[in-house]
């Protein structure tokens, strides 16, 4: 039972156009969503999050948005560089009194020079 | 620099041995996990520690063992009972006591392969 999917497994995307990846859950307990990069063997890097009070959550050329009815979370990257190339996961906090984190399986997005 | 090492980065097992994989961290954070990843996959939560001598098992804990003796340490045992161990595995920590709002930070992981 996958619990927060990514259902694009990749992307491709021309340099200094607009990334969006995309991430489902099902479990309407969520309440802390997060989006990491992630460059082979290395582990993996925080790069935004989002609360569920809020919408929308920018932090440079990043903008989570949190669609809570549709349970839909997107990362927009705004221009996208090919430094970007590497595997996006998103995340969500399993509910309170818990510290757990429920991954997706991935997007491998690829930004074309 | 404040983070988290794993060693070895990759690491070999015969079939039927133990082998620990190591984690340390000096970022004063509280929580501490460990996650598998198999290609394709996401990562899969073994075990997880919210304080010293603390922990509970993640999704996956079945063949695999830990300890929590110290605040920067989290070593991870991939006993012989694991029936298929060749993954990526990847170590987090989380300044819990902050907030539970906090995100996790990971080391560069430790690839295991059985001979």
């Known amino acids: 039972d996958q619990q927060v999917k990514q259902n694009s497994p990749s992307l491709s995307v021309q340099e200094g156009r607009i990334s969006i990846l995309n991430c489902d859950y099902t479990?309407?307990?969520?309440?802390?969503f997060l989006w990491y990069k992630k460059y082979p063997a290395e582990g993996p890097t925080f790069l935004i999050s989002i609360s569920s009070i809020k919408d929308k959550n920018e932090d440079g050329r990043f903008t989570v948005f949190l669609n809570k009815s549709a349970k839909h979370l997107s990362l927009h990257i705004v221009p996208s560089q090919p430094g970007d190339s590497a595997v996006y996961f998103c995340?969500?906090?399993?509910?309170?009194?818990?510290?757990?984190?429920?991954f997706g399986t991935g997007t491998r997005l690829k930004v074309l020079a | 620099d404040g983070g988290i090492t794993q060693s070895p980065k990759y690491l070999f097992r015969k079939e039927g041995q133990n082998v620990t994989l190591s984690c340390e961290q000096n970022?004063?954070?509280?929580?501490m996990y460990w996650y598998r990843q198999d290609p394709g996959q996401g990562l899969r939560l073994i075990y997880y520690?919210?304080?010293?001598?603390?922990?509970q098992k993640g999704d996956i804990a079945e063949g695999y063992s830990v300890s929590r003796e110290k605040k920067e340490s989290f070593p991870l045992t991939v006993t012989s009972a694991q029936k298929n161990p060749t993954a990526f595995y990847l170590c987090?920590?989380?300044?819990?006591?902050?907030?539970?709002?906090?995100?996790?930070?990971f080391g560069d992981g430790t690839r295991l392969s059985i001979l």
């Open positions: 520690s919210q304080i010293v001598n603390d922990f």
């Open positions: 995340a969500a906090s399993a509910g309170s009194g818990t510290y757990k984190y429920i």
């Open positions: 987090a920590s989380s300044n819990s006591r902050q907030s539970r709002y906090q995100p996790q930070h």
């Open positions: 479990n309407s307990m969520f309440d802390y």
């Open positions: 970022l004063n954070h509280d929580a």
